[in-house]
């Protein structure tokens, strides 16, 4: 075990009581009658200008073994992990037999159409249900699949203006957000190389300045400034470290857990501006979130329905739910890397009553990072969430309630 591993570890502890929570909710009389998992797909190489920033005295970015965006080796062994993790505990709660395949429709996998998230859909069905040629569906590689990408698909209207004030209403803008973060802006200059001495732009976090505009085309939102700079430049360095990367090749070894994570939060701030604020989330949720509805309403749906996209629309959804999710190792409402938001829905004994539940789980960081084995006894991080709509009855949240959220959501 590294001493980077320890915090987390202990964090992990701490939730296992979360984690290890499923098998408990028979003792009241409830039967898993439906899941459906949202999954952000696995590590992947950096995307074409994901990196906004270089270091600052010319240290080279390490190389990765795969074209920009793809799915790494390494990232499909973790998702492979998830999915064995998921039969485990699944076969547990009565779902599915423990070693024979899945009867023919009980599952269904759905991946959106880069490489990254296809080729994680089939890691995932690879090991979740092995030897049983689960298919995987999606939209030819590259297409525009409106389930993941609503607004470019042109499958909801969209205002621009009425998403910009949104974001400026429920956020204050750029500013007000980086305001809240400045320690870890401070931390990301120095993985940058910054010194006392330094001059250039990145190495006076202090000073920046953001702006939030309206595209060219009028629609889409124009983001400049430290969120736009450090987001995806941080999340390169994440992927790294997830990687398994030599750490003197992970932030040119200015990399610990408190880092990781100082990262991570900046990486959210995206999500703060394209995700989270509810226009916005609410159209990106969009088709999601009506499918979503129809499974739970439909009693001949798969027993299991996975759904493997990108972060945003994971946080988009959670948006929707009005929940927060803060995992060991990574900054609120960052969705880790192969982790999903997981629905369950439950029967009562009687079959008159069905419940929802709604959670977070993920591997930690390290477990990624090493490809640790997991099981029911060795379980990732998971984080009970409740939605909004349900806090007064969050060990009860019916069926009814969590529909009526999502059939507010636009139509497609």
Same mark, same amino acid.
């Given at each position: 075990?590294?001493?980077? @591993?320890?915090?987390?570890?202990?964090?992990?502890?701490?939730?296992?009581?979360?984690?290890?929570?499923?098998? #408990?909710?028979? %003792?009241?009389?409830?039967?898993?009658?439906?899941?459906?998992?949202?999954?952000?797909?696995?590590?992947?190489?950096?995307?074409?200008? =994901?990196?906004?920033?270089?270091?600052?005295?010319?240290?080279?970015?390490?190389?990765?073994?795969? &074209?920009?965006?793809?799915?790494?080796?390494?990232?499909?062994?973790?998702?492979?992990?998830?999915?064995?993790?998921?039969?485990?505990?699944?076969? *547990? $709660?009565?779902?599915?037999?423990?070693?024979?395949?899945? $009867?023919?429709?009980?599952?269904?996998?759905?991946?959106?159409?880069?490489?990254?998230?296809?080729?994680?859909?089939?890691?995932?069905?690879?090991?979740?249900?092995?030897?049983?040629?689960?298919?995987?569906?999606?939209?030819? =590689?590259?297409?525009?699949?409106?389930?993941?990408?609503?607004?470019?698909?042109?499958?909801?209207?969209?205002?621009?203006?009425? @998403?910009?004030?949104?974001?400026?209403?429920?956020?204050?803008?750029?500013?007000?957000?980086?305001?809240?973060?400045? *320690?870890?802006?401070?931390?990301?200059?120095?993985? !940058?190389?910054?010194?006392?001495?330094?001059?250039?732009?990145?190495?006076?976090?202090?000073?920046?300045?953001?702006?939030?505009?309206?595209? *060219?085309?009028?629609?889409?939102?124009?983001?400049?400034?430290?969120?736009?700079?450090?987001?995806?430049?941080?999340?390169?360095?994440? !992927?790294?470290?997830?990687?398994?990367?030599?750490?003197?090749?992970?932030?040119?070894?200015?990399?610990?857990?408190?880092?990781?994570?100082?990262?991570?939060?900046?990486?959210?701030?995206?999500?703060?501006?394209?995700?989270?604020?509810?226009?916005?989330?609410?159209?990106?949720?969009?088709?999601?979130?009506?499918?979503? #509805?129809?499974?739970?309403?439909?009693?001949?749906?798969?027993?299991?329905?996975?759904?493997?996209?990108?972060?945003?629309?994971?946080?988009?959804?959670?948006?929707?739910?009005?929940?927060?999710?803060?995992?060991?190792?990574?900054?609120?409402?960052?969705?880790?890397?192969?982790?999903?938001?997981?629905?369950?829905?439950?029967?009562?004994?009687?079959?008159?009553?069905?419940?929802?539940?709604?959670?977070?789980? #993920?591997?930690?960081?390290?477990?990624?990072?090493?490809?640790?084995?997991?099981?029911? &006894?060795?379980?990732?991080?998971?984080?009970?969430?409740?939605?909004?709509?349900?806090?007064?009855?969050?060990?009860?949240?019916?069926? %009814?309630?969590?529909?009526?959220?999502?059939?507010?959501?636009?139509?497609?």
């Amino acid at each position: 075990m590294t001493p980077h @591993a320890r915090p987390w570890l202990r964090h992990l502890v701490a939730l296992l009581g979360i984690a290890v929570a499923l098998p #408990a909710y028979a %003792g009241e009389d409830l039967r898993l009658d439906q899941v459906i998992l949202i999954y952000r797909h696995g590590v992947r190489s950096p995307l074409p200008g =994901e990196i906004q920033v270089d270091e600052v005295h010319g240290k080279p970015w390490p190389t990765w073994s795969v &074209a920009p965006s793809i799915l790494t080796q390494h990232g499909r062994e973790g998702v492979m992990a998830m999915g064995r993790y998921d039969r485990a505990w699944m076969s *547990d $709660a009565g779902l599915f037999p423990k070693d024979d395949c899945p $009867a023919n429709g009980s599952v269904a996998v759905w991946a959106n159409t880069d490489q990254r998230t296809i080729a994680s859909g089939q890691a995932y069905a690879d090991a979740f249900a092995p030897g049983c040629t689960l298919a995987v569906g999606h939209l030819p =590689e590259g297409a525009t699949d409106p389930l993941f990408n609503p607004v470019a698909a042109g499958a909801v209207t969209w205002d621009g203006k009425t @998403a910009l004030s949104t974001i400026r209403h429920e956020t204050g803008g750029p500013d007000v957000l980086t305001a809240s973060r400045r *320690d870890a802006m401070m931390r990301f200059a120095q993985v !940058m190389g910054c010194t006392n001495g330094d001059v250039q732009a990145v190495c006076r976090p202090a000073t920046w300045k953001g702006t939030l505009t309206l595209a *060219d085309d009028g629609k889409g939102i124009a983001l400049g400034g430290p969120i736009a700079i450090t987001s995806g430049t941080a999340e390169a360095i994440i !992927m790294a470290w997830l990687e398994g990367m030599p750490l003197e090749n992970v932030g040119w070894g200015r990399v610990d857990a408190t880092t990781f994570r100082a990262l991570s939060q900046l990486h959210s701030l995206l999500f703060d501006i394209h995700a989270r604020p509810s226009y916005v989330g609410a159209h990106v949720a969009a088709v999601l979130g009506n499918r979503i #509805a129809t499974l739970i309403d439909d009693p001949a749906a798969p027993r299991l329905n996975v759904f493997v996209g990108s972060d945003n629309n994971i946080v988009a959804l959670a948006s929707v739910l009005g929940v927060h999710f803060d995992m060991p190792g990574y900054g609120k409402d960052d969705p880790p890397v192969g982790g999903a938001l997981v629905i369950t829905v439950w029967r009562s004994a009687d079959k008159l009553h069905r419940y929802v539940r709604v959670a977070y789980q #993920a591997q930690t960081p390290d477990q990624l990072r090493e490809l640790r084995a997991l099981s029911v &006894a060795q379980p990732p991080a998971r984080q009970s969430l409740v939605p909004k709509a349900c806090l007064t009855t969050p060990a009860r949240c019916d069926v %009814g309630t969590v529909l009526e959220v999502l059939h507010r959501l636009p139509r497609p």
